[in-house]
């Protein structure tokens, strides 16, 4: 009992430094201080995170056991992680507050010649993103980029909440979910997914079906619904041994009998944002292998860079950096014995 009144009260401190580093802390900073100043208001406050039990002990565990690193090298990368949010935080609210206009970053596509293929043909087509930098993700809504109309499918922003967690997590989606109007003039559509709206499928086939149409979906965000019968399966994905999936856009694709198209953005070093591309899949009969080959993608991605990745990434499994797969921890497995490859 009393342990768990002492992790009570710790993680509930926590919660309160996040919020109010987000609320005292960086919105002033993006409001106001130069954008180097801002950042590195975001890049201070990630050493308070790192260094906190729940989320620095967490991420630092993570880097070590899902990547092998260091104690040192864990310690940068979990700092890293955490940083990414906060800096993502700032940028937003200084697009938010006019302060930044996303349409003068420099933004460099890579393997794009199958989704220029379907620009130039006015072919409307589902992209197949992650969860990874906002700040890199604004820029893939750009109308130089992706022109026509485009639609983002997602959570709605919670009316309420009843944790700091979800408190937190609501001021940083807001911001989020915001910006996307903010940025591109209210050119961007959005249709919520959740147990309290309808199927958005047949809705989103309309638009489908219209030239120039583009709809953007998270397809590694946790799927709450189990079971076949309720559009989801199982699998194995980045540090986890099992997760479940929604098979939305496959079924999306199929259904409006247009090609599904994967992209990852990253904030580069020098703070350009790089877009990687995958090539266009069309759909067939079945489902699974589409989202197979789309999460596989993804997860690849995030082995290679992890810094870039906002949702948790586990730690059941390893990254092998050599065969860029990710694979079963060998210490999960019986003592002196070789780990067996994740499927």
């Not at 638009?207 to 699998?235: C, F, M, N, Q, T």
Request: net charge positive.
């Amino acid at each position: 009992m009393i342990k768990s009144a002492v992790r009570w009260i710790t993680s509930t401190a926590e919660e309160v430094v996040r919020i109010l580093a987000l609320r005292t802390v960086l919105f002033p900073a993006a409001s106001i201080l130069p954008k180097r100043l801002g950042l590195a208001a975001a890049d201070a406050m990630s050493w308070v995170l790192v260094l906190m039990p729940r989320p620095g002990i967490h991420a630092y565990l993570e880097a070590r056991r899902a990547f092998g690193l260091s104690h040192a090298d864990a310690l940068r990368l979990a700092r890293r992680r955490l940083a990414r949010p906060l800096i993502d935080y700032v940028v937003l609210n200084r697009v938010m507050g006019g302060r930044e206009d996303p349409g003068s970053w420099t933004i460099v596509e890579k393997n794009a010649a199958g989704v220029e293929r379907l620009r130039a043909s006015g072919e409307p087509y589902i992209v197949a993103t992650a969860h990874v930098s906002r700040e890199a993700m604004l820029a893939m809504y750009s109308p130089t980029i992706v022109p026509g109309r485009r639609t983002h499918v997602g959570a709605p922003v919670p009316a309420s909440v009843k944790t700091l967690p979800d408190r937190r997590a609501r001021i940083q989606y807001r911001t989020a979910m915001d910006v996307l109007t903010k940025a591109w003039r209210g050119e961007v559509e959005f249709v919520f997914v959740s147990p309290e709206h309808q199927s958005p499928a047949l809705p989103l086939v309309r638009r489908l079906r219209k030239p120039g149409s583009v709809v953007y979906i998270h397809v590694d965000a946790p799927w709450a619904w189990r079971g076949a019968e309720r559009g989801s399966y199982e699998r194995p994905f980045a540090g986890v041994n099992s997760r479940e999936f929604s098979l939305g856009a496959a079924r999306l694709a199929r259904l409006a009998k247009c090609p599904v198209v994967s992209c990852l953005p990253v904030v580069e070093n020098d703070g350009s944002i790089s877009l990687h591309w995958g090539d266009p899949v069309h759909v067939g009969d079945t489902d699974i292998p589409v989202m197979d080959a789309l999460l596989d993608g993804i997860e690849a991605a995030i082995g290679q860079r992890p810094d870039q990745y906002v949702l948790p990434i586990g730690s059941e499994r390893r990254w092998n950096p050599a065969l860029q797969r990710w694979e079963v921890r060998r210490d999960r497995t019986q003592p002196g014995g070789e780990g067996e490859q994740a499927p």
